[in-house]
């Protein structure tokens, strides 16, 4: 069975672009959680959606915003892109929005320059 | 803001010795999750402690909750080069719809 799966590896753009995260959940599994890892830190909670709703939010700018597809699949964006953005983005997903195991995709290295 | 501490930030030690990595915050938590992540590679869920006072074992790792649940230890025993990575400890409260999680400990294993 495949794992979380992210997409694009990795990117890079420059300050002011717009840029979409790619993610799609393990089979079955209905949440989809967004989390923003800063080289040398741990991983800071973005957003979660569960059955396509947003449950949870974490304290990002407007700029970052997310959905959660039919097919669970999701997608993060960010707009007006900062350097300070620069981070491994990573998904994960659950079976469901509450507690349990979060199994977490290689991740999206965004570099802006 | 719920924070949580982890030390030490960065660990280097000699293959078949032993190590302990904490975990520590003001905040109450549900429960508390470790988590191992390589480079290149998401975090791997090792364990997840509940209960005021859990121990959890895991072949050579040895996981304790604290009893007010604010803190964690994670003990490591004769360590391999293949424990090498970053370890995060993450609390989740209330409805636990969010990890908080520590800033990671880098531990390096030389053979």
């Known amino acids: 069975d495949a794992g979380v799966t992210q997409s694009p590896t990795h990117l890079i753009k420059t300050r002011g672009q717009h840029v979409t995260l790619r993610c799609s959940p393990i089979?079955?599994?209905?949440?989809v959680s967004w989390y923003q890892q800063v080289l040398g830190q741990g991983p800071q909670f973005i957003f979660q959606?569960?059955?396509?709703?947003?449950?949870g939010r974490g304290n990002f700018p407007d700029r970052f915003s997310a959905r959660q597809f039919p097919n669970y699949s999701s997608e993060l964006n960010v707009n007006a892109l900062l350097l300070g953005d620069s981070a491994l983005y990573l998904c994960?997903?659950?079976?469901?929005?509450?507690?349990?195991?979060?199994?977490f995709g290689e991740g999206s290295r965004l570099t802006v320059l | 803001t719920q924070l949580l501490e982890q030390s030490p930030q960065f660990l280097s030690i000699q293959e078949g010795e032993n190590l302990t990595v904490y975990c520590n915050s003001s905040s109450v938590f549900s429960s508390l999750q470790w988590y191992r992540q390589e480079p290149g590679e998401g975090p791997v869920l090792l364990v997840t402690v509940v209960t005021g006072g859990e121990v959890k074992k895991l072949k050579r790792l040895t996981f304790r909750f604290g009893d007010a649940r604010k803190d964690s230890s994670l003990h490591i025993t004769a360590a391999q080069p293949g424990d090498t990575g970053l370890y995060l400890c993450?609390?989740?409260?209330?409805?636990?719809?969010?990890?908080?999680f520590g800033s990671g400990t880098q531990l390096t294993v030389l053979p």
């Open positions: 959606y569960y059955e396509k709703e947003e449950r």
């Open positions: 994960a997903s659950s079976w469901t929005g509450g507690g349990g195991e979060l199994f």
């Open positions: 089979s079955g599994h209905k949440s």
């Open positions: 993450a609390g989740a409260s209330g409805s636990a719809r969010q990890l908080t």
